[in-house]
Nanobody
Framework: QVQLAESGGELVQAGGSLRLSCAAS????????MAWFRQAPGKEREFVGV????????YYADSVKGRFTISRDNAKNTVYLQMNSLKPEDTAVYYC?????????????????WGQGTQVTVSS
């Protein structure tokens, strides 16, 4: 089993920056993909980005490409989401997710492990 815990969400003005963290514990060595998703009120959970442990391959959603950056610190078993140039439409609960698969997926149902989420609110 793997436990994931997100932190770093808060209220920020448009144009500002935030860094979210996802701390993993448990059988982290078996988790090959670590992803970020977000869910705004009344909307489906949306893929944000993913990093593959084996080769650091990273993919981003088009909506965040060039503004968000995923990185990881293996020693701390932590994945980060650096968010710059934030927009009001980035407002959502942000979730960290993990998968053992060697394939990279962009859909939520391919990730069996989830954190509790952290709220990001961007004011205009």
């Amino acid at each position: 089993q793997v436990q994931l815990a997100e932190s770093g969400g808060e209220l920020v003005q448009a144009g500002g920056s935030l860094r979210l963290s996802c701390a993993a514990s448990g059988r982290t060595v078996s988790m090959n993909n670590m992803a970020w998703f977000r869910q705004a009120p009344g909307k489906e959970r949306e893929f944000v980005g993913v990093i593959r442990r084996s080769d650091d391959t990273i993919y981003y959603a088009d909506s965040v490409k060039g503004r968000f950056t995923i990185s990881r610190d293996n020693a701390k078993n932590t994945v980060y989401l650096q968010m710059n140039s934030l927009k009001p439409e980035d407002t959502a609960v942000y979730y960290c997710a993990a998968s053992q698969s060697w394939l990279i997926f962009r859909t939520a149902n391919n990730y069996p492990y989830w954190g509790q989420g952290t709220q990001v609110t961007v004011s205009s």
